[in-house]
């Protein structure tokens, strides 16, 4: 819930953001939100390369192949 509110108020750069959602997918890898997260933050501040495995992965945990 916490990566949760940095990301929805726009800080997109916080550290503590990142470390809360590095946090979540640690003790549950499949945790698809977090890592749909994890893709946004950075693509949204056009570093593409470090989102895309994030987005990929979010992607097929959510069952939508049509986006990959």
């Known amino acids: ?7 929805h108020s726009a800080q997109l750069q916080s550290a503590e953001m990142e ?3 590095r946090k979540v997918v640690e003790l549950d890898p499949v945790e698809q939100y ?6 946004r933050a950075p ?3 056009s570093r593409q390369a470090e989102a ?3 987005l990929r992965m979010a ?3 959510s069952g ?5």
């Open 1 to 7: 819930m916490l990566a949760r509110s940095y990301y």
């Open 59 to 61: 992607v097929a945990l």
């Open 43 to 45: 693509e949204q501040q």
């Open 34 to 39: 977090a890592r749909l997260m994890l893709g």
């Open 64 to 68: 939508d192949f049509s986006e990959i």
């Open 52 to 54: 895309a495995p994030h």
């Open 19 to 21: 470390l809360e959602l």
